[in-house]
């Protein structure tokens, strides 16, 4: 089993910053994309942003230049760092991870339970 822990959201400004962070842990072998996903009520869920295991990234556009995705290897961890903040960021966000389990079986997606971002005055 994988389990996901999702750290950071909460209540911020417009304009303000916020720091998610997610920490896979259980019986891992190897640990391929990362993500972030969110959903605002009423709206599918969307991908904010992912990173492979060799650094590259990639962004929702709505999120460019304001967003950075992370990732330490050696910690199972990936973080979100949000700044510029604005109330359409508002949602919850969902971690994404795609890892195997053992050497030989195909990578499954394991999600975090997720975590509230409310921007507002």
């Known amino acids: 089993q994988v389990q996901l822990v999702e750290s950071g959201g909460g209540l911020v400004q417009p304009g303000g910053s916020l720091r998610l962070s997610c920490a896979a842990s259980?019986?891992?072998?190897?640990?391929?994309?990362m993500g972030w996903y969110r959903q605002a009520p009423g709206k599918q869920r969307e991908l904010v942003a992912s990173?492979?295991?060799?650094?590259?990234?990639n962004y929702a556009d709505s999120v460019k230049g304001r967003f950075t995705i992370s990732r330490d290897n050696a910690k199972n961890t990936v973080y979100l760092q949000m700044n510029s903040l604005k109330p359409e960021d508002t949602a919850v966000y969902y971690c994404?991870?795609?890892?195997?389990?053992?050497?030989?079986?195909?990578?499954?997606?394991?999600w975090g339970q997720g975590t509230q971002v409310t921007v507002s005055s």
């Open positions: 994404n991870v795609r890892c195997r389990i053992t050497g030989w079986t195909p990578p499954v997606d394991y």
């Open positions: 990173i492979t295991r060799g650094g590259s990234t």
């Open positions: 259980g019986s891992i072998f190897s640990i391929n994309d």
